[in-house]
């Protein structure tokens, strides 16, 4: 079965920065959109970013573009979200997401077939 591992949430203060993981476990995901989606409290969870399968095409949530970068490693089947300036909104559980169809305007949770457990990620004031 395919799986979603993500990892590198933690609490951390305003302006400091994080690297998030994804880890895939089948080669057949280096022929998906990747992406990062995140949930706060009470909220509908939003679209973060997502790169295409050759890792040349990057589209952002206008919230986080400038602050934070989404990049693949195709050999390790890894995907990773480096996040920067991190703000107390950016609270949220973080999810990664896989689908086998998709470009850059793919930005609804319900257009991912494949998800991970999420990570918490949490920024102190």
């Known amino acids: 079965q395919v799986q979603l591992v993500e990892s590198g949430g933690r609490l951390v203060q305003a302006g400091g920065s994080l690297r998030l993981s994804c880890a895939a476990s089948?080669?057949?995901?280096?022929?998906?959109?990747m992406a990062w989606f995140r949930q706060a409290p009470g909220k509908e969870r939003e679209f973060v970013a997502n790169?295409?399968?050759?890792?040349?095409?990057?589209a952002y949530a206008d919230s986080v573009k400038g602050r934070f970068t989404i990049s693949r490693d195709s050999a390790k089947t890894m995907v990773y979200l480096q996040m920067n300036s991190l703000k107390p909104e950016d609270t949220a559980i973080y999810y990664c997401a896989a689908t086998g169809r998709g470009d850059f305007r793919s930005r609804r949770p319900d257009e991912y077939n494949y998800w991970g457990q999420g990570t918490q990620v949490t920024v102190s004031s």
């Open positions: 790169v295409n399968r050759y890792g040349t095409s990057t």
């Open positions: 089948e080669r057949t995901f280096n022929n998906h959109l």
